[in-house]
């Protein structure tokens, strides 16, 4: 966590709140006296399609569960209408992060670690971070890690983008000599937070990915057709098609991989481009699992220490 406090900030609640950025971490003064007693809450927006659920989110869960196994591990969904429908059709209950909060709180648990299955610090995680802001007083000690992207080699701080894809391109179990270029499918976010893939786009550019790396979303910029000049400028035919998305749900096999005349895959191959689809979410990913375990681990640092 880092905090920039300047001398009139210390007077300014308002001030002190916003200059604090990284890995949130809040300790309640008139708490100190409990016992500590921890767990670590994993918030995701959920999905509704089972298997991609065990294989994504239940899986990155199962590596943390793993790596703390004398800790209470909880999950909890963001998507009210994930959870109602899950209950309906599977009748399986989970809770929302508020939900999940309370009940820690009323079994005696005093210090909690929220761990955040977010690509980017955009509308998801600013929900979290107002959950956050609204339960913090309620325990002893309460931390949130970082999103799966949000450091960009600012002093003193790590590069998450060009670590991330640096290592998920290079680990991605299919043979890239085989494409002209790959597509990287990413969710996109009303929030200004949107900007990160422009960022993530110039990274990959100067690091001069071969075969070639664009990035394209499915609710944000750039979208598909903002990508499609450039793949007819170089003649790049052969496309590899792949989700960044923790979970390889609607948007990947229905959007991105459907048989409907409007998905990306069908776009693409009216324009006479050779498709491949690659269909695994960052859930799946051993890579992007350790890279989950080490938001995970220093969150929890920051909270025990």
């Not at 196994?69 to 992060?97: D, G």
């Not at 690659?278 to 890579?287: A, F, P, R, S």
Request: one cysteine or more; aromatic letters at 10%.
């Amino acid at each position: 966590m880092s905090n920039n406090h300047s001398a009139a900030g210390k007077s300014c609640p308002a001030k002190n709140s916003t200059v604090s950025i990284g890995a949130l971490c809040h300790q309640t003064a008139n708490l100190q006296h409990l016992n500590d007693k921890d767990a670590i809450l994993v918030i995701s927006f959920g999905t509704t399609q089972k298997q991609a659920r065990q294989n994504a989110i239940e899986n990155i869960t199962n590596k943390i569960q793993a790596a703390y196994p004398l800790l209470k591990i909880v999950s909890a969904f963001t998507s009210h209408i994930v959870i109602r429908r899950i209950k309906e059709n599977e009748n399986l209950k989970y809770n929302t992060p508020e939900q999940a909060l309370d009940k820690l709180a009323a079994d005696g648990y005093t210090r909690i670690a929220i761990v955040a299955l977010d690509i980017i610090p955009g509308i998801e995680y600013a929900y979290k971070q107002k959950v956050f802001e609204l339960y913090k007083n309620h325990f002893k000690k309460m931390t949130m890690s970082t999103p799966l992207l949000y450091w960009q080699g600012q002093k003193n701080h790590r590069d998450d983008i060009n670590d991330v894809f640096a290592t998920f391109l290079h680990e991605l179990p299919i043979k890239k000599d085989n494409f002209d270029a790959l597509l990287v499918f990413a969710h996109g976010t009303k929030h200004p937070a949107n900007a990160y893939y422009t960022a993530i786009q110039a990274r990959l550019n100067c690091s001069r990915q071969q075969p070639p790396v664009f990035v394209y979303t499915a609710e944000g910029y750039p979208d598909l057709s903002s990508i499609i000049p450039m793949l007819k400028i170089n003649n790049y035919k052969r496309l590899l098609l792949l989700p960044f998305m923790i979970v390889a749900g609607e948007h990947v096999y229905n959007d991105m991989n459907g048989d409907s005349m409007t998905s990306h895959k069908s776009l693409l191959q009216r324009q006479n481009f050779r498709i491949s689809t690659y269909l695994h979410g960052l859930g799946e990913n051993e890579t992007i699992c350790r890279f989950f375990l080490d938001r995970t681990k220093e969150t929890y640092q920051l909270l025990v220490n």
